[in-house]
């Protein structure tokens, strides 16, 4: 596998107990064969943009195509390489909260600074930082349309399986529980 300037950088000992490496933070512009993306269906699209823009720090990649009213067809969004997130506007109603959730990979000294943001825009519903029950720290950041991206970063420790309340793997399978 190729490794980029906006992979991971540092992967640690597999077991070893030291923290995950952090993503780098970049804005790769470059247009590439994405691998996995997700699709919001929101009311406003000026709106979102500024929310997930302007509150989360997203970079607008591009705008594309035009409706029969000539409005902006679909827009793409991208925080860091493989985090590419495609809004288009709702063909209908948007069931507000349709619980669907993204979880995009941030930086642990980032999420104080994304909820402050994401907060000063007034537009949606940010929930933490928080401490989770597996090992990261996470910020919930809910959108105008309900939409919710979560942000999570290893805590600073890596925790292992005996310290996880309730963890169990299937190591038939040949999962490791400490890699």
Known sequence: MRSTENDVTD??????????????????????????????????LDVSLRWYTEGLGMHLLATMGRRDDGTTALVHLRRWRYQDLLLIPAAGLVEHGSGLTLS?????????????????????????????????????????????????????????????SGFTMDVSAGASPDR
């Open 11 to 44: 992967r640690g000992a597999a077991g070893s107990g030291a923290a995950p490496a952090e993503p780098v933070e970049s804005i790769d512009t470059s247009i590439y064969r994405m691998p996995f993306f997700a699709t919001l269906q929101v009311r406003d």
């Open 104 to 164: 995009l990979a941030a930086r642990l000294g980032e999420l104080d600074e994304l909820a402050e943001r994401a907060t000063r825009t007034g537009l949606g519903e940010v929930e933490g930082p928080a401490p989770t029950g597996w090992g990261t720290n996470d910020l919930r950041a809910t959108d105008p349309d309900g939409n919710t991206v979560v942000f999570t970063a290893p805590l600073t420790s890596r925790p292992q399986a005996a310290d996880l």
